[in-house]
């Protein structure tokens, strides 16, 4: 971020709101009915990478930049991720825009199956094979017979 008065917010809709903020005290996290939480510093006009990782089945929230972690915060949503957001504004009460400006590049949202979801699934695909095994017996014994 390059100028002193503006924020980047990145919103995630759950549907009630949680938001990772970069702006002049640093980078923190605002989760409703929680004190917001400090995670890190930049300076004016920093490169960085910048990554989070959020696990919804643990509801947390771990903060990474350029690959080391600044901490975790509770992540608890009220449903699944419905959008995620980014918000780039003034912070000043007068509104005058001082030519801030962010660049972000390269913006990357994977959704990994939760450990239940892969045990289903190999559960489903091991009964199938059973199934597929004991229709052959059944077969292969009124053939014989």
């Known amino acids: 971020m390059i100028g002193g008065a503006t924020r980047l917010t990145v919103l995630f809709d759950t549907p009630s709101v949680r938001n990772i903020v970069f702006d002049t005290r640093g980078i923190w996290v605002q989760e409703p009915f929680v004190p917001e939480t400090a995670f890190g510093s930049f300076t004016d006009g920093e490169a960085f990478h910048f990554g989070a990782h959020l696990d919804l089945m643990n ?3 771990s903060l990474f930049k350029n690959g080391i972690l600044l901490g975790t915060a509770p992540f608890s949503p009220d449903d699944y ?9 003034l912070k000043t009460s007068d509104g005058i825009p001082d030519g801030g400006a962010v660049g972000i590049d390269n913006i990357l949202v994977v959704a990994a ?3 239940g979801c892969a045990s289903l699934v190999a559960l489903s695909f091991g009964l199938a094979v059973l199934w597929k095994r004991r ?3 059944q077969r292969a014994s009124i053939l014989e017979n």
């Open 81 to 89: 991720i419905h959008d995620i957001r980014f918000s780039f504004g």
């Open 59 to 61: 509801h947390q929230m």
């Open 113 to 115: 199956p939760e450990p």
């Open 135 to 137: 229709s052959r017996e």
